[in-house]
């Protein structure tokens, strides 16, 4: 299968080229990065130089992809990874399908289901509004009967990942409701932050330092919001805070409902383990064993765990992912595979790199 | 001023000697860790073998502090800090009383008001529990007036110094309550966990790594609640999560409260403006600017702000102490400047070491 | 192929168990682990807990290997990785050996040639001297013929790795002799230092500092000096120091020589492209390219690349190797590939996971 | 004593801020930086808002030094540090020098003793060269008596005031000569690189990673090999390496030389001990104590300790310094001290925070 990746030098697009370097029978044909026309990826990112298949890529101009297309018709990717700054995509799934790729989409720029969201959310107004019906929010546990037949996937935010996750069997039986506040508190490392100079993001104003940040209006916060509703039926009380932690990769979230309004503990339980049972990808580790990003570090998987508070009448569910990984380029990969017919998890390491 | 330090090896420890080696007229005269008997101080902690008055200190056996006294009575300290485990202090606090020194004491055991308390939270019955009515709770904000009195000063826990302090002014006018929940999310720099040989604390654990733990029952739970209680004059419903950060030193609260059972936000902010406009370790930083514990390493401040959430309706608080002072060392010297009727930031740092 | 690992919850042998899971065609039967015989590997290793063929894998102990082969011989590992501590191999390799397993061990018990260098660098007798002619040393880029045959493959430590490629070039043209120095300052990791509890290990012991450690003496200085003696045809005089990184994984060596006693650089330049021409896993980065371990987290992979200090008249060498990947668990696996006729490269990963 | 910082939101700017905060005496009353003039130094520098003289502090433009004398000579600094980029202090010092006030520079601007070697190692021309004589290198330990005189401090570079303390007992004997190479393999927090935006120095690329960064042809070697070839009235042939620590502060050098051309190790320990015996900011730690860089974290100490490799024959000494204190801040205000006829030691913080 031949494959392309736009905006392959940020860390989400290098996180991609280093997930397909596993998957089998894969080639990656086109790469690409604004301004770097003409450089060899292998010299950029040596991380990658020993991959023989991107040994000879050199990266070529987005601007090209129609080119690209005429001059070898044979060698154009059935599927392109896009991996660039929000709000590019909106210009670049136009092109892209009309091209006659699919696209699995890791902006925000195809999840939100209204046009009217992005000036909000995203600070600008939706350019190509006319495809955010036929986008599929490509989280498996959710869509993934949908996925396998979409043209365009959007690939979910890191953050909503790990929450939705972590709600996900509460909201099927639509326990989350607007009376009672769902407060998810999360937690990630620096690579979600990207790969622009920036001082807050020096490592000297990070390392030793914890704060949050986007304290209130995350773009996150709606895409949550969303497909929670969604697969709950009705609306819901929903509060998002991300923090940054002092590591490269990793989200945990700490989410936070109120016991009361919520059926007893041990049914709780149960719904969990049934939900989860049949997904390879979400381990649910019961009550009581703490999930740490560690343990999924490099693979698909999120752990999630239960935990009650009894004195308190509060029940905490704790999930972790690795935010590059299932919060972008495994879950794309997976993405890949659904839309392509093949096995889900092809491609994907099932052990953690720990420590 | 003549003080001694019981258990002066630990990162509390050597966290109030490096404190005390800044405070005028302050003379650490007897230095006691368990098993290091005879050792000098300066070989075991080079960080401090620069501080002249360190430079002869030998360590002496805890059990030995009344012999010490009679041997040379003019060199007894006339105030302690006690730097050790849990239950250790029910031991020596009234030992060190006896001997006519005034105590600071960095242990839970006289943090809670009620002996009953203690086989729940700290695992063990408690053995000095007249000693528990006379402990002053060494937060100033709160009991300055008492500490002043006092002879025996329990020195909070961590964790409870941020979360209190970031719920005091809305404690204090009741506006806490037991029909609303408080979720308080709180993450902390390592040095904690103190400085025992454990395999969940090394370096290779933690770093890159991001993991919440005692999700439910951890000790300063009770803590704060009864801090908080007593401060509004009514119990309240409130959950607390501890998470370990990869980095030495800092903890970040963040709190989360239903808005719509608070009073409007300006109030509310004006609240906070007031009650600390005289507090000068408190620096209320207001609305929207996010505070981050590389700011207050090293010193006694706790910063705070506060954030509204108003789709959620939800109030979120955040603030940030380091650990090790003032949820440890500053304040218990701050606590040391307010029995022997200093001022009260005798000795303490007013700019953090950042980066 | 079934393979088993002693001493699988070490971050040695989780690595192994790791690298294994990638390995096409690989079945690991048996783990083992002192102390906790019985205990189900996932629980004890969450991030090999999605690894479909570890779900049911029990810890047994060591002790009991015999035992395990004769209750069902068919499922007996044909080969072993020992990644237990030093010394504790000398007792195993006998054993295994006998139960008709090859055997890669990851300790130094058969890295040197002579058994009167053991009590000097291990502080220890050798108890199975008689193994010490058979074993191989197991650096491919050396050694690869012979590991083809060999039954017992002393896998090389993780300094000696980086720093015999640093040099094996200049070392097989006789170019390193007694009359000039050759100083290697190595930097490594914390993971190196095993996951036993200790207190220098501690986290807040090891973040925001750096020490050299055994400045003098480490284990590591006679394995460097005996095979780069060997591979050049006479001894050499060359200085060691290892350093403490706050990082988990990595090892980087910077290499110092009298560019006066070595012919013209361009010389030395081709020397290294030629050597290296047709190593698939180390990677000469050419002049002026700065290798950085990143690069080569989680692979097999060593980054090589020379610089000239013409005003003071030295060469410099700078290498980087993962080392728990080359310089332990994937090292091991291309060995036991070597041993058991399979490319070098079976199952492992050709990009690094960066960041 | 009135004092003024030019370039003060950098890292070492605010770090000369937070160690003048600690000084008795100290009125600072001018801060600049470029770009920032008129906004609050306690708003964009948070750690530094709690220091009672800095709360009402505006940024001014340093274009204006003559603007800002003329209007309230009375308020006009004494002294000034120049904590700026490299090239613009050759246009301040003239500047500064002629409003009266006298100078304590951090830039390499007045480092170097000849002209000559600007355009090789700083890439520019000198534009102030005839300041270069009067300028004193400020390094106590050698030049402690012309520093009491001058109206030019030097302040020394971060890597040479840790490698010259290293060696200046023998260069000071004339031990080190042309005929043997001197090795200064040297590690540096990450701060060294400063406070602007750039992707080598973002904390995803520095964390988990180790690299060294212009093995060839920094600026600091120059400075080195000049210091120590004018203490021993000799060149010398000195090879220097940077590298990249993922950590915030602290230098950390091991340097290697030819024991065989050295007199016997016991008259060289004896040399150390004696050199630095009446130097309370080195703290000589003898033969085998390994110094840390968290033991010198926010001092102004250098720690130092000799080892010998007897099977190699060569020496090593091993120092550390904090490189925002020792090889920045707190060497500049010793300097301030000795030109002021203070105490070298006045307002220094005698113990390292640490963990």
């Keep these: 299968m031949k494959v392309g990746v736009v905006g392959a030098i940020g860390y989400t697009g290098s996180a991609v080229l280093g997930v397909l370097s596993g998957r089998p029978g894969t080639e990656v044909t086109v790469v690409t990065s604004r301004g770097d026309a003409g450089r060899r ?12 298949g991107y040994r000879d890529l050199a990266l070529e101009d987005p601007a090209d992809l129609e080119k690209i297309k005429e001059k070898d ?13 929000h709000r590019a995509s909106m210009a670049l799934v136009p092109r892209v399908l009309a091209l006659g790729a699919k696209v ?27 495809f955010l019906a036929e986008a599929v ?24 990942t790990c929450v939705i996750l972590s709600l996900l069997p509460l909201a099927e039986k639509s326990l989350l409701g607007p009376d009672s506040p769902v407060v998810c508190d999360c937690k990630s490392g620096v690579s979600g932050a990207g790969r622009s100079a920036s001082v807050p993001n020096l490592f000297a104003e990070v390392a030793e330092n914890f704060r949050p940040y986007k304290v209130v209006g995350h773009a996150h916060t709606p895409e949550m919001a969303q497909q929670l509703a969604l697969a709950g039926g009705k609306p819901l009380r929903l509060t998002f805070t991300p923090h940054l932690v002092p590591m490269n990769r990793g989200i ?46 490099g693979t698909n998987f999120c752990d999630v765990a239960l935990f009650r508070d009894e004195a308190a009448g509060m029940l905490k569910i704790v999930s972790v992912i690795d935010n590059l990984a ?25 052990a953690a790199l720990r420590p």
């Design 73 to 85: 018709p044979a060698r154009f990717p059935e599927a392109f990874f896009l991996a660039v700054s």
């Design 41 to 52: 990826l292998a010299d950029m990112l040596p991380q990658l130089s020993g991959v023989p």
């Design 137 to 160: 929010y490509g989280l498996p546990e959710i869509h993934r009967a949908e996925i396998r037949k979409a043209r365009l996937v959007a690939n979910p935010g890191c953050y909503p």
């Design 326 to 350: 299932r919060g972008a380029a495994t879950q794309a990969v997976a993405n890949l595979n659904l839309v392509s017919g093949e096995d889900e998890g092809l491609g994907l390491a099932s």
């Design 252 to 297: 945990e979230a700490t989410v936070y409902l109120d016991a009361e309004k919520l059926p007893p503990y041990p049914e709780l339980r149960d719904l969990y383990e049934e939900r989860y049972a049949s997904e390879r990808f979400v381990r649910f580790r019961g009550e009581g064993a703490v999930p740490e990003t560690a343990d999924v570090r």
């Design 104 to 130: 699995i989409d890791l902006t925000g720029d195809f999840r939100l289901k209204s046009p009217l969201m992005y000036p909000e959310w995203y600070k600008c107004e939706h350019t190509a509004p006319e």
